[in-house]
Antibody, heavy 118, light 110 residues
């Protein structure tokens, strides 16, 4: 069955950096778009970034453009999110999701919590 | 970005009774390929969201047939024919015709 397991979250000071990782299994990882979606505490959902199967098409929410970088390693079935210049408003649960294209994600990880606070 | 709105934002339901959630988009969700990419997700407390319906009315595998979706253009509805206890949680409409955006969510409790 499809599994997405995130890691790398934690407490970081404003202006700091974190790198989130997601290991996928149960499907042909190299054949699908992958994305990161976040949910601030008690709030709604926001698509943060996506990457195509071969990393030749990426996109970012305006709120993170220039600060976050999505990448993937198909040989390792892994998705990453490098987050720099973190702000308090980046505090959220970050979900690794499969195929967040037109039909929305069909599989979600359990999420990894990022807290930006001094 | 396309703004999604939902109503009501909170819904208290009775077991076995029907429930309905409305969703409206700020722009038409008809894609140039002719499809309408309006999807519904359900998030139980403490869990990750799960997709229920895609392209307005297509139920995902394993989703009970008491859930149905309808609508067109900018106005859409999710209906639960007979609410069960496991249906509590937050329901989100989302559009994928443009940059993926989500509605604010509707909290359903019993």
């Amino acid at each position: 069955q499809v599994q997405l397991v995130e890691s790398g979250g934690g407490l970081v000071k404003p202006g700091g950096s974190l790198r989130l990782s997601c290991v996928a299994s149960g499907f042909t990882f190299s054949g699908y778009y992958m994305s990161w979606i976040r949910q601030a505490p008690g709030k709604g959902l926001e698509l943060v970034s996506y990457t195509s199967a071969r990393s030749d098409n990426t996109g970012y929410a305006d709120s993170v453009k220039g600060r976050f970088t999505i990448s993937r390693d198909n040989a390792k079935n892994s998705l990453y999110l490098q987050m720099d210049s973190l702000r308090a408003e980046d505090t959220a649960m970050y979900y690794c999701v499969k195929d967040a294209t037109k039909n929305g994600p069909d599989y979600w990880g359990q999420g990894t919590l990022v807290t930006v606070s001094s | 970005d396309v703004v999604m709105t939902q109503s009501p934002l909170s819904l208290s339901v009775t077991l076995g009774q029907p429930a309905s959630i409305s969703c409206r988009s700020s722009q038409s969700l008809v894609h140039s390929d002719g499809n309408t990419y309006l999807n519904w997700f359900h998030q139980r407390p403490g869990q990750s969201p799960r997709r229920l319906i895609y392209q307005v009315s297509n139920r995902d595998s394993g989703v009970p047939d008491r859930f149905s979706g309808s609508g067109s253009g900018t106005d859409f509805t999710l209906k639960i024919s007979r609410v069960e206890a496991e249906d509590v949680g937050d329901y989100y409409c989302t559009q994928g015709t443009h940059w993926l955006t989500f509605g604010p969510g509707t909290k359903v409790d019993i």
